[in-house]
């Protein structure tokens, strides 16, 4: 009666886990944000574009809402403030909407 028992009570188990990491699987495959992320990190730059990434995110940190940016800095990251402009813009309406009170 025993070894009856641990055998159901086994392959109920392994039936749940398999169930919930499907379920788990397919919650990762249907999130935008989630494979965003992944294609993101597949398709990562060279080593060149880190080089320059990394001068614009320096420049961006260091000169927005403190200076003008200059022609070189300009002419080198203009792409990368756009998005990081955008990315700003997007943070705050989204901040703005889902904000919540809290009694």
């Given at each position: 009666?025993?070894?009856?028992?641990?055998?159901?009570?086994?392959?109920?188990?392994?039936?749940?886990f398999?169930?919930?990491?499907?379920e788990?699987?397919?919650e990762?495959?249907?999130n935008?944000?989630?494979m965003?992320?992944?294609?993101?990190?597949?398709?990562?730059?060279d080593?060149?574009?880190?080089?320059?990434?990394?001068?614009?995110?320096e420049?961006?940190l260091?000169?927005?809402?403190?200076?003008?940016?200059?022609?070189?800095?300009?002419?080198?990251?203009?792409?990368?403030f756009i998005?990081k402009?955008n990315?700003?813009?997007?943070?705050?309406?989204?901040?703005?909407?889902?904000?919540?009170?809290?009694?």
């Open positions: 009666m025993k070894k009856i028992f641990l055998i159901i009570t086994l392959i109920s188990i392994l039936f749940t398999n169930t919930s990491f499907s788990y699987n397919s990762l495959d249907s935008p944000v989630f965003e992320e992944v294609y993101n990190f597949i398709n990562t730059a080593i060149t574009d880190w080089i320059k990434l990394s001068y614009c995110e420049v961006y260091e000169a927005t809402r403190r200076r003008e940016y200059t022609e070189y800095e300009n002419n080198t990251c203009w792409d990368y998005q402009n990315e700003e813009k997007a943070y705050k309406f989204y901040m703005f909407n889902n904000r919540e009170l809290f009694y």
